[in-house]
């Protein structure tokens, strides 16, 4: 099955009665009379999920995640075998299936009306050059068992390719779809979560090297409502902890108590600005390496994103002109002689980002005195920046991440699938990004693109 990646979510190729919407019940089926072509459809589904190389569950459009337990596929085609099923005539199609596995060649839908006893599936068979579809119903409820198996499984792999992605930054609830359709690009399931207020950027700055830490995805809050996709996204992932980079100015108290109430376990790392968040995460981390970054101008905050979440290391955020005496002071703690070497074989322990008028030499004299071994990566704009960046710290990547370089917030978004699949983010104006979105978005591309 070839998925295809569009806006906000990741739609599969399906017929259009998987996704219609619901028009009307069928008549009653007489389940005590199987005929050869009943038998026929039931055997054609099984040997479509038998013979498949992979199967993948998913809701409905978004690309399904991987589905590596055999048990649990031996247990689907168990529950097909123990029902009875039937055609269901045309014109009697009971349409609209929220749930669906798929394979090579085929997808199945799922439907349960528990009050009507109507319990229907959709199977969509695709060859070469036609598709044909099959709408049936069981005599009992093996719909929501096949579901609730797909959904509880914790050995799901989420691998599909990443392709183009498009960050809505038009409101906040945007932001938090954008948000959760990066998250789906790399992650099926997941303990940890990171989240950050979708109304500021500053919050989100430190939160890549958290989210590496914790091998987490980054997702985004609205400030005053527990938004539902948001919520029903943290239980596709299972997630148990919630780690939270933003104040109870950009998300309330009254988000946080129902994510408690929802049984979540709250870990707070924000301060009373970002400079205190981005040094109650770095002392989490315990790094002996930091990045340095200028926390008021943003935009080169991105591009150091992908290597923060790569190697698990913090980004500390700074004024300007001088380093808070606290953060020097972690520094100088943590001063140990393991040193990285990048991809240019210079021997660093403080990345600054940025240039001069992003972070003064006051700052770079400052580390030295205290003998912090200090580098510099730098370029005349923020997008000669991401280019340096790239070059000393990413030589053996195997493709890259385009972002448009006015959205710092899709950048640190996607510095986990960026991180996991070795293709750092890179900056891009925004005529590179519509010129070339289409070309990226192709599943056999080497680079992946945001809009």
Same mark, same amino acid.
């Given at each position: ?268 790392? %924000?301060? /009373?600005?970002? #400079? ?9 981390? $315990?790094?002996?390496?930091? &990045? @340095? =970054? ?100 990413? %030589?053996? /990547?195997?493709? #890259? ?9 899709? $950048?640190?978004?996607?510095? &986990? @699938? =960026? ?33």
């Amino acid at each position: 099955m070839k998925f295809k990646k569009t806006s906000l979510v990741m739609t599969t190729v399906m017929a259009v009665n998987i996704m219609s919407p619901i028009l009307a019940y069928a008549e009653h089926l007489d389940f005590n009379s199987i005929s050869s072509s009943d038998k026929d459809l039931k055997e054609t589904l099984i040997n479509c999920i038998e013979n498949s190389p992979e199967i993948r569950y998913g809701k409905l459009a978004r690309k399904g995640i991987r589905l590596d337990d055999k048990d649990l596929v031996r247990e689907i085609i168990g529950l097909l075998r123990d029902s009875k099923m039937k055609e269901v005539p045309k014109g009697q199609e009971y349409k609209g299936y929220p749930h669906y596995i798929s394979g090579k060649d085929f997808s199945v839908g799922f439907y349960s009306d528990t009050k009507n006893n109507i319990y229907n599936g959709c199977l969509y068979l695709r060859s070469k050059d036609s598709y044909s579809t099959k709408v049936f119903r069981t005599d009992k409820n093996i719909q929501d068992k096949i579901i609730n198996l797909c959904k509880n499984s914790m050995k799901v792999t989420e691998e599909g390719y990443v392709g183009g992605l498009y960050y809505n930054d038009s409101k906040a609830s945007m932001k938090v779809n954008s948000s959760i359709s990066i998250c789906d690009a790399g992650f099926a399931r997941s303990k940890n979560v990171v989240l950050a207020s979708a109304d500021s950027v500053a919050d989100s700055l430190s939160s890549a090297g958290l989210a590496g830490y914790l091998d987490a995805p980054i997702l985004l809050s609205e400030r005053e409502e527990l938004n539902e996709n948001l919520l029903n996204k943290l239980y596709d992932l299972k997630a148990e902890n919630i780690h939270i980079t933003s104040g109870s100015k950009m998300i309330s108290d009254k988000v946080i108590n129902k994510l408690k109430e929802k049984g979540f376990n709250i870990i707070d790392y %924000s301060g /009373r600005s970002r #400079y205190d968040t981005s040094l109650n995460i770095a002392k989490k981390i $315990g790094a002996n390496i930091y &990045s @340095i =970054a200028n926390g008021e101008y943003f935009f080169d905050v991105p591009s150091i994103a992908t290597y923060a979440y790569s190697t698990k290391t913090p980004i500390l955020l700074t004024p300007k002109d001088k380093l808070r005496p606290d953060s020097l002071e972690l520094l100088k703690k943590n001063a140990k002689p393991d040193r990285l070497k990048t991809g240019n074989g210079i021997s660093t322990r403080a990345i600054l980002v940025g240039g001069r008028s992003t972070l003064s030499d006051n700052i770079y004299r400052e580390l030295v005195k205290n003998g912090i071994e200090a580098n510099r990566l730098s370029g005349y704009n923020r997008l000669e920046t991401s280019s340096v960046i790239i070059d000393k710290l990413f %030589s053996n /990547r195997t493709g #890259y991440t385009y972002i448009n370089y006015d959205k710092p917030m899709a $950048g640190i978004l996607a510095s &986990s @699938i =960026a991180a996991k699949n070795n293709k750092p983010v890179k900056l891009e104006l925004d005529s590179f990004i519509e010129d070339n979105f289409a070309k990226y978005s192709k599943e056999n591309s080497d680079n992946y693109i945001i809009g």
